[in-house]
Antibody, heavy 118, light 112 residues
Framework: EVQLVESGGGLVQPGGSLRLACAAS????????MSWVRQAPGKGLEWVANIKEDGGEMYYVDSVKGRFTISRDNAKNSVYLQMNSLRGEDTAVYYC???????????WGRGTLVTVSS | DVVMTQSPLSLPVTLGQPASISCRSS???????????LNWFQQRPGQSPRRLIYKVSDRDSGVPDRFSGSGSGTDFTLKISRVEAEDVGVYYCMQARQWPWTFGQGTKMEIK
């Protein structure tokens, strides 16, 4: 059974930093792209970042480019999201996602809440 | 970026009756590999999203066959043949043809 467990969320001041982690199990982590998706309170979904199997390619939505960094440690079956220069509009539940766009693979964590406020 | 536009944004439905949600993309979602990467997601209240449909019309595992997807190019539809109480929630279309992957605004489905 695939499991994705996020951690690292919390309250942070504007301009601050936070590092989210996602521990994955139940599948061959090192052979799959991983993603982060976020959802602001009461709002819709926004795809934040993707990272290739070997970490050699990363993609970011424009609103986080230069501030967020996605990374992975295949030895630890974990993916991370380093968030710097946080803003109020980054307040959201952040989901770790293992999904394949062309096949029957779709798995989401329960999410971790990040609140950016003074 | 590809803009995804859903309609309606609110959908009151009667149990046992059909329902339909439309999604239009600002660009064709046909990829150079020949696939059309249009997905539908469901988010029940208080839950993480889950995908129902990928590549326009392929159902994910465990998705009831009352859910179906159709369309091509820039116009797509999610249909529920007979709405059940567990279908209440918000539905999103999402394109994965090009980065950044983008979602529609969401359609909130409620029982009348």
């Amino acid at each position: 059974e695939v499991q994705l467990v996020e951690s690292g969320g919390g309250l942070v001041q504007p301009g601050g930093s936070l590092r989210l982690a996602c521990a994955a199990s139940g599948f061959i982590f090192s052979s799959n792209w991983m993603s982060w998706v976020r959802q602001a309170p009461g709002k819709g979904l926004e795809w934040v970042a993707n990272i290739k199997e070997d970490g050699g390619e990363m993609y970011y939505v424009d609103s986080v480019k230069g501030r967020f960094t996605i990374s992975r440690d295949n030895a630890k079956n974990s993916v991370y999201l380093q968030m710097n220069s946080l803003r109020g509009e980054d307040t959201a539940v952040y989901y770790c996602v293992f999904i394949a766009r062309g096949t029957d693979i779709d798995n989401w964590g329960r999410g971790t809440l990040v609140t950016v406020s003074s | 970026d590809v803009v995804m536009t859903q309609s309606p944004l609110s959908l009151p439905v009667t149990l046992g009756q059909p329902a339909s949600i439309s999604c239009r993309s600002s660009q064709s979602l046909v990829h150079s590999d020949g696939n059309t990467y249009l997905n539908w997601f469901q988010q029940r209240p208080g839950q993480s999203p889950r995908r129902l449909i990928y590549k326009v019309s392929d159902r994910d595992s465990g998705v009831p066959d009352r859910f179906s997807g159709s369309g091509s190019g820039t116009d797509f539809t999610l249909k529920i043949s007979r709405v059940e109480a567990e279908d209440v929630g918000v539905y999103y279309c999402m394109q994965a043809r090009q980065w950044p992957w983008t979602f529609g605004q969401g359609t909130k489905m409620e029982i009348k």
